[in-house]
């Protein structure tokens, strides 16, 4: 199905529901978003401009960070529309720079840009663990049976939390995608 214009897009969405999709929220690039509800109620959001200059650097990762600041929104209870601008400011930052993953935006960002203020400083990434750090000897590159595997940061896949899981009647993951 052809989805070079907002009708055809919309075409789509309907196609997707009629299908059992409830909503479907299509990204649109430098058009910005649209988001059909299951209701039949159709939400328009406006590509925001990217900060500090509004330079596009990369699209690369732009659809993912609006997608998982939509997905933090919807999460916390916001409204669609507040969630659309939330999803917005996210790509926009993300278009700003270089790479997928270095481009994905951090709350702060998105709220400051949402709000008209400077970008904060960004956190500088975490030196690589070396040997010298993990054991106060010389440094050297640690390989990767040397390190400590770090706990999961979003639950356990093992099979003890599952079988948990199953008995107590929750998801042993705090989020899945």
Not at 54 to 72: E, L
Request: with cysteine; charged share 20%.
């Amino acid at each position: 199905m052809p989805t070079s214009s907002k009708e055809e897009v919309l075409a789509a969405a309907k196609s997707l529901q009629a299908r059992g999709a409830a909503n479907v929220l299509a990204t649109l690039g430098s058009d910005g978003s649209l988001l059909l509800t299951s209701d039949g109620k159709l939400l328009e959001q406006p590509a925001l401009d990217p900060p500090d200059g509004g330079k596009v650097v990369d699209t690369t990762g732009a659809g993912d960070a609006f997608r998982a600041a939509f997905a933090v929104a919807l999460t916390e209870g916001r409204s669609l529309e507040d969630g659309l601008k939330f999803a917005a400011a996210a790509g926009a930052i993300a278009v700003s720079r270089l790479g997928a993953e270095p481009s994905l935006p951090t709350r702060a960002e998105c709220d400051a840009l949402l709000e008209g203020k400077p970008m904060p400083p960004r956190a500088k990434a975490a030196a690589p663990l070396t040997t010298a750090a993990a054991t106060g000897g010389e440094s050297a590159p640690s390989s990767s049976s040397t390190r400590a595997k770090p706990p999961p940061l979003h639950g356990s896949f093992d099979e003890a939390s599952w079988a948990k899981s199953a008995k107590d009647g929750y998801c042993p993951l705090k989020f899945g995608s």
